[in-house]
């Protein structure tokens, strides 16, 4: 049974940067595609950013160049670096897992950007 536990949201100002992780368990993880979805209140689940088993990755166009997202196989974990926050960035943001079919979540984590 897949299991996925997300860490690392909180407040933060505009302009500032937060890591998100995921641990993952109950998978083979290195299988397994990773990605980073948020929603904010009033507003649909959208993709954030998603890496496949291989490595690559894929992104909004609303955080290019702002956000990374990355894997450690070792650690069963994946990660979102997040720099620049701006406040539309404030979300619950999600970590889902897919090897095929639909993806699986994670509860979430609370990311609020604001002075």
């Known amino acids: 049974q897949v299991q996925l536990v997300e860490s690392g949201g909180g407040l933060v100002q505009p302009g500032g940067s937060l890591r998100l992780s995921c641990a993952a368990s109950?998978?083979?993880?290195?299988?397994?595609?990773m990605a980073w979805y948020r929603q904010a209140p009033g507003k649909q689940r959208e993709l954030v950013a998603s890496?496949?088993?291989?490595?690559?990755?894929n992104y909004a166009d609303s955080v290019k160049g702002r956000f990374t997202i990355s894997r450690e196989n070792a650690r069963n974990t994946v990660y979102l670096q997040m720099n620049s926050l701006k406040p539309e960035d404030a979300a619950v943001y999600y970590c889902?897992?897919?090897?095929?079919?639909?993806?699986?979540w994670g509860r979430g984590t609370q990311v609020t950007v604001s002075s």
């Open positions: 890496i496949t088993s291989g490595g690559s990755t």
């Open positions: 889902a897992a897919r090897r095929t079919g639909v993806w699986q």
């Open positions: 109950g998978i083979t993880f290195s299988s397994y595609a």
